[in-house]
């Protein structure tokens, strides 16, 4: 083992010398061995020239091989595209012996003994990697030999390219014993891949139970989510750890690493096959404009920023509050604009120029010379205070942020003829409970009333979507972290739904909607079927290998504590406000048509709720907001504004 270890830390230039001595002697006594079996006698030649032929078979196969690059293979990991390889090169090899042999005109040469060469070369060349492979392997440094008792068993769902890779990934760590395939397609139900058995789904629970096994390893592309929603559901049942791989299809090596394996998440459950983006439509609003993101380093601007880079804008400016969020989100997108031009062809559009710019949108001053200087042409306006229970304790500072900071961006969009502006709504906005809602509301009819305005040029729009996974405010990331904490996991009601999408299939959608408008539209999202918040608690619970702890189970691991709604939550959400809803030519998109109110009465009543702000009175504050934004039902009325803290964001916010 030490000498393997030795070997190890040798130069490759050490190692491929070794391997070149290692091919002749193995195809050398190739060559002596095909003779003998031809003959059915020990062969020992009787003349030069047939020494110098025997010789020529593994000095043209040490050739052959090092031109086809058999010794640019890492021993350890060769796999079966190195055998592959191996043998390839072999039949060169024994070909060019061959018309070497003919060439030589040596009498009495058996033909038959070069077919016989060549399989005894390809044997023997290929055990012998395979040998110092395993040996070399498990002397690895960053390797701890595991015997065969101790080897952790798995199951792979999923018998196609990525289950075989990651099935020889496994291998190669020498710590997995995979014990089963898992894959629904019947031609391969009984069949043996790489030694191990295909089973089909309804046999998992039987091989959990016998093989005692703690993780299955989902290998399925990350493209076909229906196909990936189906193995997890049936996985649910059993006490197990799901695992995948993400994005294996990106992989360019096609080597997959079990570091590649992280816990299933909840994306995998809920999110959506992807529905192919109208590129052309998508470029041509975008390519060679200056755009600008507000709220650039939040959950959906940073996201919006990162596609909006690969459409080739000329100027992208990231206009943000948070400096901590607009260094990060710049950073990010500089390395990504490395990468798209290393990936661009020659002759391409020039690169796009990013401009980081901090500030609030309530800074008209800041938004006009921002706007001005660097031509703005496509705004997209992300920037909004969304956590419902702060919003709700800090009702003026929402307000002024969501309201008033779209009121302003808007304003001096118009002026100074911005071609288009995008509000990103929330369903919140429908009928609302709370501030939050009530603020994307007011905000929502800023943008109609404008649109409706003679002489506007700028085309003002919306979308309203619902809750995105993994945003900073997302249920998912409390769930997650409370798992990791052994719970409890706190539901606010038994019976509370959401609808859930995705954030880079949100920001696609914007985009894509915000293409279609002609001003004034109210773009929904199509969110796919709600969830219930208490059975995503408890898939979450059951995906991280644990057990619910409840009544029937007392001794589980996590238990659920319903904590009551939230100030301002509702148990479900709605996307419309009317019912004059219409398909677009995007199967997810919808518009859908909406009371607008005139901008003269909607600034007068903006006037009033201001003065309400500057001066702190919720009452009035209440009930212009009721008046004014249709459907509006607070919680409760006249409830004191929580704390000290509280008080000093609104009047930070306002002054």
């Known amino acids: 083992m030490r000498l393997a270890v030795w070997l190890i830390e040798r130069p490759r230039w050490f190692k491929r010398a070794l391997l070149m ?3 002749l002697a193995m195809l050398s006594i190739a060559v002596w061995a095909a003779y003998t079996l031809r003959l059915s006698r020990l062969y020992v030649p009787n003349g030069l020239d047939k020494w110098l032929v025997m010789a020529a078979a593994p000095v043209i196969g040490v050739v052959v091989f090092h031109m086809r690059g058999l010794y640019k293979l890492v021993t350890r990991f060769i796999g079966p595209e190195g055998t592959t390889r191996i043998y390839v090169a072999v039949i060169v090899a024994a070909v060019l012996w061959a018309v070497v042999v003919l060439m030589s ?24 990697r395979q040998w110092a492979g395993a040996v070399l392997l498990r002397a690895a440094p960053q390797h701890k030999p595991v015997s065969f008792d101790e080897r952790k068993p798995v199951i792979i769902y999923g018998a196609g390219t990525i289950g075989i890779q990651l099935l020889r990934a496994l291998n190669e760590t020498g710590g997995y014993k995979t014990v089963a395939f898992i894959d629904s397609n019947p031609s391969l139900a009984g069949q043996l891949v790489h030694g191990v058995k295909v089973l089909r789904p309804e046999k998992v629970g039987k091989v959990i139970a016998d093989e005692n096994v703690k993780e299955v390893l989902l290998a399925t592309p990350s493209a076909l989510r229906a196909e990936r929603r189906v193995a997890i559901r049936a996985l649910e049942a059993f006490p197990v750890v799901v695992k995948t791989l993400p994005a294996l299809e990106e992989i360019a090596s096609g080597h997959v690493q079990v570091s590649d394996l992280r816990p299933i998440d909840v994306e995998d459950l809920l999110g959506r096959d992807p529905v192919v983006p109208n590129l052309e439509l998508l470029v041509a609003k975008v390519r060679g404009k200056v755009v600008m993101i507000t709220g650039a380093g939040g959950s959906i601007g940073s996201e919006l920023t990162r596609q909006l880079l690969r459409l080739g804008p000329k100027t992208l400016v990231l206009f943000e509050l948070s ?8 950073m990010e997108i500089e390395e990504l604009k490395r990468r798209l031009q290393k990936e661009a062809e020659p002759g391409g559009s020039p690169p796009t120029t990013v401009v980081g710019v901090l500030g609030s949108v309530l800074d008209r001053k800041l938004a006009a010379r921002t706007i001005q200087d660097l031509g703005v042409e496509l705004i997209y306006h992300a920037a909004a205070y969304k956590h419902v229970p702060i919003v709700e304790a800090n009702p003026f500072a929402g307000l002024q942020n969501n309201t008033y900071g779209t009121l302003v961006l808007a304003e001096v969009a118009k002026e100074l003829g911005v071609e288009r502006f995008v509000l990103v709504s929330s369903d919140k906005a429908v009928r609302p409970t709370n501030i939050m809602g009530a603020s994307k509301r007011l905000a929502e009819q800023i943008l109609q009333a404008l649109a409706q305005e003679r002489g506007t040029a700028t085309i003002f729009t919306m979308v309203r979507f619902g809750n995105v996974l993994d945003s900073s ?8 972290s409370q798992i990791r904490a052994g719970g409890p996991v706190t539901v606010t009601h038994p019976d509370v739904i959401r609808y859930f999408m995705s954030i880079p299939e949100a920001a696609q959608l914007v985009i894509q909607a915000g293409t279609m408008a002609t001003g004034g539209e109210v773009f929904v999202l199509e969110m796919g079927t709600p969830v219930k918040i208490d059975d995503l608690a408890r898939t979450m619970i059951r995906l991280s290998g644990l057990e619910l702890r409840d009544e029937t189970h007392p001794d589980g691991d996590v238990a659920i504590e319903y904590v009551g709604l939230r100030r301002g939550e509702k148990l479900f959400e709605e996307l419309l406000i009317g019912e004059n809803t219409t398909g677009t030519s995007h199967p997810r998109i919808f518009k859908n048509s909406e009371p607008i109110v005139p901008f003269e009465d909607l600034a007068a009543v903006l006037e009033r709720l201001e003065d309400a702000i500057h001066r702190l009175d919720e009452v009035e504050m209440q009930e212009l907001l009721r008046a004014t934004v249709e459907g509006y039902v607070p919680a409760s009325s006249g409830h004191p504004i929580a704390g000290k803290g509280e008080w000093l964001l609104a009047s930070r916010t306002l002054h």
């Open 21 to 23: 001595i290692n091919d």
């Open 105 to 128: 005109g040596v009498k009495d040469h058996p033909r038959s003994a070069i077919v016989i060469y060549a399989l005894i070369a390809a044997l023997l060349i290929r055990l012998s």
């Open 323 to 330: 400096e901590v969020a607009l260094y990060e989100i710049s």
């Open 473 to 480: 405010g997302s249920v998912v990331r409390l769930f997650r």
